[in-house]
């Protein structure tokens, strides 16, 4: 009887083997497997080994040694082997994390045992993120949060009666007189980490993936939609009506917007470390990239453009703030003097001085964000110690605290004519503030349906 069952064991076992044999596919099971424990190493820029796995064919050309794949035989695969290697040759190395799992090598093998082919529909050439963000398919929020999202983005209607915030791939829009939740757009994006409206009403957001991917798109955020307890409910992923129009597919996320004064030119930056910029004259259906500026070692953290429109400012994680020239396409200046990441930088109005922030003595900490408003000739500043402070953008000296939140300050905003500021934190709190006495006006907890118990 014992060694009945234990034939019967085997027989299921090689049923299951051949079964998922049948349909190991390059693109669904292999490509999310070598972005996962391979691309970070084996990227298309200056790839370990001279091996760049992010396409087919770069894959199967080789890197410093030939193929590493010879079809049909996984045994005699260089590829298959060093995932099975216990010396110095193992992938991923040793000292960047463990061996794939025994489940993920079999897929790998399963691979090259089949014929080490590609999809009919993927390019060989093909940029595999690219194509597997093609595959990827964005969640519908939940009703309720369960968790409370960090306040990473926020911004006020151009009209100063709503409050627009990021939310788990979703927008949020909340009436600043009453704190109630009026309108949920739900995005592709996980995250939104900077809003701009532009002058006709229209909604820039950028955001992603961490990691992942990183987007930047206009939305019309004005339409009606379903209706659901008071909530409307538009589709930001695929009502072409809402999302009007995508200006970025990055491989990380976008972290910071900025306008020219006259409504004209946009500029865009993040973990890629690239600064890019269009031309919006013609309105943002028809954006024309203009530059894509390489001048940071690092994530691009801020972007401002000087009031003439002909320099654009931007500060980094390298520790850098800089001024490109537009027109002339080169760096005009590099204020390295931060000793740490320089979250914030500010045209003067005279269009002359630049300010740039990060660590600071002011905040007890570093300061994390960096707005302006010309009406109110302010600068306001949030912190990592939980305050925001307002200064005269003039003379530099300090005007008022602004306190409350009860964790650090991702998000800050003025409204058009300076009257209000709104800061949202880590912890999903959003207060907004008369600026000229520092009190409170409202407190927003933009997870929508979570109990917080501050409430
Ligand atoms: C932490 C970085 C890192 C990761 C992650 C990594 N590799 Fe490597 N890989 C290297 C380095 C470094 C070399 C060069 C080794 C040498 O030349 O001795 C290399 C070389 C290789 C080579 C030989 C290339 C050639 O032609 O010389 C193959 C094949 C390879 N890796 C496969 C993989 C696979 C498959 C994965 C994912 C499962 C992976 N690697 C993940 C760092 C990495």
């Known amino acids: 009887m014992k060694i009945a069952k234990s034939i019967l064991v085997a027989c299921a076992f090689l049923i299951s083997n051949v079964a998922n044999a049948q349909n190991i596919s390059f693109i669904k099971d292999v490509a999310p497997i070598l972005k996962e424990n391979c691309f970070a190493c084996h990227g298309s820029k200056n790839p370990k080994g001279k091996l760049d796995m992010t396409k087919y064919e770069a894959l199967r050309h080789g890197g410093t040694k030939d193929d590493p794949i010879v079809v049909g035989k996984p045994d005699e695969s260089y590829f298959i082997d060093v995932l099975k290697a216990t010396d110095k040759s193992r992938m991923p190395p040793k000292e960047s994390g463990d061996a794939l799992s025994p489940e993920k090598i079999k897929i790998l093998e399963q691979w090259v045992a089949q014929g080490a082919k590609i999809d ?74 900077a809003f701009l409206f532009l002058p006709d009403g229209k909604l820039i957001v950028a955001g992603g993936r961490p990691g992942e991917e990183g987007d930047v798109r206009a939305y019309d955020i004005s339409s009606s939609g379903k209706i659901t307890d008071g909530v409307t409910f538009l589709d930001g992923v695929n009502d072409k ?142 912190g990592s110690d939980n305050t925001i402070k307002t200064w005269n953008a003039e003379s530099g000296a300090a005007v008022k605290t602004f306190a409350g939140l009860t964790d650090q300050v991702l998000s800050l905003a003025f409204n058009k004519d300076g009257s209000l500021i709104a800061g949202g934190a880590w912890n999903g709190e959003v207060i907004i503030w008369k600026t000229a006495d520092a009190v409170v006006l409202k407190k927003i907890a933009i997870s929508p349906g979570l109990q917080t118990a501050s409430k």
Not at 129 to 136: A, D, G, P, S, T
Not at 148 to 174: C, M, N, Q, R, Y
Not at 323 to 340: C, G, I, M, R, Y
Not at 349 to 367: E, F, L, P, V
């Open 120 to 193: 009919k529909e993927v390019d060989a050439k093909a940029d595999l993120l690219k194509e597997l963000r093609l595959r990827w398919k964005a969640p519908v929020p939940s009703a309720k949060y369960s968790f409370p999202v960090a306040a990473t983005a926020l911004a006020f209607s151009p009209d100063g009666k709503k409050i627009v915030v990021g939310g788990h791939h979703e927008i949020t829009v909340w009436d600043v007189e009453t704190a109630k939740l009026e309108k949920r757009i739900n995005t592709r994006a996980r995250r939104s980490m």
């Open 241 to 382: 009506k809402i999302m009007l129009k995508q200006l970025l597919d990055a491989d990380d996320e976008v972290l910071c917007l900025a306008l020219s004064s006259d409504g004209k030119k946009l500029a865009a930056g993040g973990c890629d470390r690239l600064l890019h910029v269009w031309d919006i004259s013609s309105g943002i259906e028809n954006a024309k990239l203009e530059q894509s500026i390489e001048n940071h070692a690092d994530w691009v953290f801020s972007a401002a453009f000087s009031p003439d429109g002909n320099f654009l400012a931007s500060s980094s994680r390298d520790k850098t703030a800089k001024v490109w020239n537009l027109a002339s396409k080169e760096s005009l200046a590099t204020f390295p003097d931060h000793q740490n990441s320089v979250y914030g930088v500010f045209f003067k109005a005279d269009g002359k001085n630049c300010y740039s922030a990060g660590d600071d003595k002011q905040h007890t900490g570093q300061i994390l964000k960096v707005v302006g408003n010309d009406k109110a000739n302010l600068i306001a500043t949030g």
